[in-house]
């Protein structure tokens, strides 16, 4: 199939026809996509390799930014081997379907119960990381939602083989092979974003301009996150140590990731003494600062001796900026308030942080800034899935409604209610209200639903 309501329809049949299987039955696929992939690792990274080659022909030609390419590659650090961890992860979490969370007694014999139950068909739309289709893969297979994969066209060849070794490894299985599809062209993409007959969800990763242009040309919900414009800020109180630590790890674990750090705010008491030594620790992992008058000036009377394009003023656009390398905009501010106040003003609301040894600036903080995560004393790098102990994550969700910050298997399910009668003759609404028979709403203690 090769056009939008064919996929479409596929994934919605997939679903359907999903809904009775066993969790057990869904952990074992999991296993043998695990399998599949394992055995598949050569010819997988050969294709990521050429994808790369590629990459790096289009930044050479000024077509692609380095830190997109950055997140294209399977072979660097652990990255391959973390793929096949999260599966396994994610198959050892608890079935997040089937979970009561309201049980109650509307009259004797009358029981109501919230179930957990899966959203249904996804379509996933993602830049550059091809690992993306294995952790979606794996969390829509736990959570029972059938999913459409669209990469990035830099990133095709490897997501499309993953795409095959998956539905591979589900051939072997009782779900349905189109539980999981590819697909590649932006056509596609056009066509699918109409049906919502047939799509529950779309979720975008990826810049701001993707994400945006998805919210705009569709009736289906979307959730997802556009820029990931984190914050640290440094309390008048804040620990050296722990501030060089936390800012440091901030920025340069994973410049290009979008839970680093891109603003440094620092209190302005701190502009002689700590902030000095947090620019020398910066720029000596060769981040480049965008400091505003007064952090600038601070450095400069500190007698502090940097490279010209290492510490340069900064424009009022490179707050509102995801810069994904190694540039960091710093400015001061004289209050916590006005950090908060800043930030809310020009975060993304993704992540921020708060280096303090002040509970109650920590407590403000944390209430005060309307963001998915707000840290104490910690990296802006932990808002992270894997590290929350979801197994993997589908995104990290910036919105108000359903789900926020990290989306994992919880994330991917919504509920219904389920009406049990145990009278013999069953129950009708006429028989209840004013003058008649009293709705009883006795809790029951139960986690269990009545049925699975």
Same mark, same amino acid.
């Given at each position: 199939m090769s056009w939008g309501p064919g996929i479409a329809r596929a994934a919605r049949l997939a679903f359907e026809a999903s809904q009775l299987l066993s969790p057990s039955e869904r952990v074992t696929a999991l296993h043998l996509i695990r399998d599949e992939l394992a055995a598949r690792k050569d010819d997988i990274l050969l294709a990521n390799a050429r994808d790369m080659e590629a990459a790096d022909a289009e930044v050479a030609a000024g077509r692609l930014s380095t830190s997109l390419v950055k997140r294209l590659d399977l072979r660097t650090g652990d990255k391959w081997d973390s793929m096949l961890q999260g599966v396994l992860d994610v198959a050892n979490l608890p079935d997040p379907s089937g979970v009561v969370s309201y049980a109650t007694e509307l009259?004797? *014999?009358? +029981?109501?119960? #919230?179930v957990s139950c899966p959203i249904g068909v996804l379509l996933v739309i993602f830049e550059a990381r091809p690992e993306v289709v294995v952790n979606i893969a794996t969390l829509a297979i736990k959570s029972g939602n059938a999913a459409i994969l669209k990469g990035g066209k830099e990133s095709s060849r490897t997501a499309s083989l993953l795409g095959e070794t998956i539905q591979s490894a589900l051939s072997k299985t009782s779900i349905p092979s189109a539980y999981i599809q590819t697909i590649q062209t932006r +056509? +596609?993409?056009?066509?699918?974003? %109409?049906?919502? +007959?047939?799509?529950?969800?779309?979720? $975008?990763r990826g810049s701001n301009a993707l994400v945006k242009n998805i919210q705009n040309s569709t009736r289906i919900p979307v959730m997802g996150h556009a820029d990931g414009i984190c914050h640290v800020y440094l309390d008048e109180s804040a620990d050296e140590e722990t501030a060089l630590r936390v800012v440091v790890d901030s920025k340069t674990d994973y410049p290009a990731a979008c839970n680093a750090a891109e603003t440094l705010i620092v209190h302005s008491s701190l502009l002689h003494t700590l902030w $000095? /030594?947090? %620019?020398? %620790? !910066?720029? @000596?992992?060769?981040?480049? !600062?965008r400091c505003d008058g007064l952090t600038q000036t601070a450095l400069s009377s500190a007698k502090i001796s940097f490279a010209a394009d290492q510490v340069t003023p900064s424009q009022g656009s490179d707050y509102d900026t995801e810069h994904l390398s190694l540039t960091m905009s710093v400015l001061t501010l004289p209050s916590l308030s006005d950090a908060i106040r &800043?930030?809310? @003003?020009? =975060? @993304? &609301? &993704?992540?921020? =942080?708060?280096?303090t040894e002040n509970d109650a600036s920590a407590s403000m903080f944390c209430r005060g800034v309307d963001s998915a995560g707000t840290f104490v004393n910690a990296s802006t790098r932990f808002a992270d899935g894997f590290r929350y102990g979801f197994g993997t994550e589908?995104?990290? =969700?910036? *919105? /108000?409604? &359903? %789900? #926020?910050?990290?989306?994992?298997?919880?994330?991917l399910v919504i509920y219904k209610y389920m009406l049990k009668s145990k009278s013999g003759k069953g129950h009708i609404a006429s028989e209840f209200g004013v003058g008649k028979k009293a709705f009883k709403h006795t809790p029951l203690h139960t986690d269990v639903p009545p049925y699975r």
């Open positions: 009259d004797d *014999g009358l +029981e109501l119960f #919230r +056509e +596609e993409v056009s066509s699918l974003l %109409a049906l919502d +007959e047939y799509i529950d969800l779309v979720i $975008p $000095p /030594k947090v %620019a020398s %620790a !910066l720029v @000596s992992r060769g981040v480049h !600062l &800043h930030i809310n @003003s020009h =975060s @993304s &609301h &993704h992540t921020d =942080s708060i280096v589908v995104g990290i =969700s910036t *919105g /108000k409604i &359903h %789900a #926020r910050g990290p989306v994992g298997l919880e994330g």
